[in-house]
């Protein structure tokens, strides 16, 4: 019993010898930290990376973080990997990357080029953002800066988390999320498209005042311009604004924020707008014989917060007209988002994964064919829009 003891400590204690925690550590100083990949394909239809990357240099306050991009090409992902370290001199960090770019062109031929990296590379984390590029390149998205003092990557999360919290239009997909949407039956990815937009800047001097902004002296910053939609592998078409707020009511998992803006029940070229403060949504199917309808309820709770008249639009009557118009409003929303999403085959509002849910037998006799049956699903929806509160004074103002 005592020499089997000896033996087991002893092989615990060489044991240790081979095991160290940071077998594969790198030093900071020969470390590269990629704050946005760009994957795009190139006319001679191989895969071409380019990174963005951080300059180890201390970062001035309210100034962006100065950046480099490097690029290289290759057959595979793996192969332009391989070459972009070749080229650099640095060992090329990826685990602090905030987000990757899909170049739209690259998107709309095959997903299959480029989803074995992403969905089983160690070095990616599972909540890293997935973009597609819109009217720019990849390679134009990562070379591209942010005016809000941050890098490229962490500038593109803010984007998108600021958009949830005011606009509430475009829904971040993480590369997580995009992986089990383009694997799993009955669901297609959609994922926020991103553009540049030059937006005019003040030219300063340490002896004259700032002058006023100017297309002339525009520098281009990536905005959010629609949302991309997928059929299997493929990028076959886009949401625009509405549509992407159609598809907000549909899916999004943060069921708060963001506004709508109706006509004036008195003033028809007039506006009201009106906050989201939550919704609850409920979709279900309902089976008769063959036939399939989903039937799709939003309960909204809205707050009065802008108008251009000076009517009392919030006695009893009047706000109940605001609230058809809310309504209204949102099922125009909706009914763009399906018809599109329809008009394409593509199902990004999750419908045959409800079933699956829902009606599992049922789907396992439909699924091989619901592509075409999702284009003819028919859908039933039911509004149900309350303002509860005002954050303007009881009465508006008057003007002479």
Known sequence: MKLKKTFIFTFLSLSMLFNGGCWDYSEIDNTAVVTVMGLDLTSQGEIKISANIIKPFPILKNKSPETFVISATGRSCAEAVRRLCLSFCKVIEVSQMEAIVIGKELAQTDLSLIMDFLSRNRHLRPNLLIM????????EIVSSNTPQGVSLGRGLSRLLAQNQQSANIFIPIRELDFTIYSAQAGIEPAIPIVSLAAQPISITSDNSAPQSPSLMDAQKTPVLSGTALFKGRQMVGSFDDLETMGHRWLISGMQKGGFITIPDPFVMDKTVDLKIIEFQRKIKPLISGDKIIMEINII????????????????????????????????RQINACIVKSQSLQSDVLGWGWTLNKLEPQMWCQIKEQWPAMYSQTEYNIKIDAKIYNSMLTISPPKFS
């Open 132 to 139: 597609i590029s819109g009217t720019n390149t990849a390679e």
């Open 300 to 331: 909204a709770s809205l707050t009065f917060i802008s108008q251009q008249t000076n009517e009392n639009l919030l006695e009893a009557q009047t706000l109940k007209q605001i609230e058809l118009l809310a309504e209204k409003e949102i099922q």
